[in-house]
């Protein structure tokens, strides 16, 4: 058999894409020098041909923060090896529910949230989703949907910074005396097959007081018991909102 029946999609792509920036030149058909140096690609352990330099792969440099609009996007995925899913939505919402072993893309369980009960010394109790609200476009032609509790009052914003397996959320709220934080992640232990499939995520709430006054406070999870569900079935308005 030929080299080139044998050359695999990542020397492919490599190769092209030398190709193509080596190929450039000015209209008089002299070469244009290159801007970017092609990276020092090397081979790993079991022969794959890596596009990038050894030092590209182990730079280290400041986590990517998203806010606003882009929050709706963003779908950091939960679980063990071979468990399924569930993500963590960037305002905090649980969707795209993928335990019932077929896709969910989308599938949400109905009124599933984290609820906050505050009240400081001698002011009112509030009740907030410990959620962003939900940015525009707003999807859909009836309004919220009650499953998906939308119309419940929320935090004002957020901002979400991920590096898988691990999911930070800092959340915005300057009529609350509160700082709220949640660390969403998966039991990944490198080297450790079994542990790293164990069916769970952890969501690790951190509440602080901003203020001078003591602030009781409490949390609660609400969430449809999907025990005997099949992913099929048609529950109402089991659609994500974003």
Partial sequence: MSRINKINR??????????????VATT?????????????????????????????LLRQG???TFMADHLSEIAFPLGGI?????????RGELRDWEIFNRPGKGKILPFTFVALWAKSQGGTATVKV????????YRGSFGYERESAQGLPRLKGARFTGAYPFARIDFDDDSLPL???????????????DDSSLPMAIFHYRVACRGQKPVDLALGF???NAVG???TAHLNSEHHAG
């Fill in 28 to 56: 008089k058909g002299e070469e244009r020098p290159l801007a970017v140096a092609a990276p020092q690609a090397f081979r790993s352990p079991a022969g794959s041909l890596i596009p990038y330099s050894r030092r590209e």
């Fill in 10 to 23: 990542r020397e492919f792509i490599v190769s092209t894409s030398a190709a193509a920036v080596g190929a």
């Fill in 82 to 90: 071979g468990t399924g899913t569930v993500s963590l939505g960037g």
């Fill in 62 to 64: 400041p986590q990517r």
């Fill in 222 to 224: 609400s969430i449809l």
């Fill in 130 to 137: 410990v959620e962003a609200p939900l940015n525009p476009p």
């Fill in 229 to 231: 569900y099949d992913g």
């Fill in 179 to 193: 700082k709220i934080s949640l660390e969403a992640f998966n039991p990944f232990i490198p080297l450790d097959v």
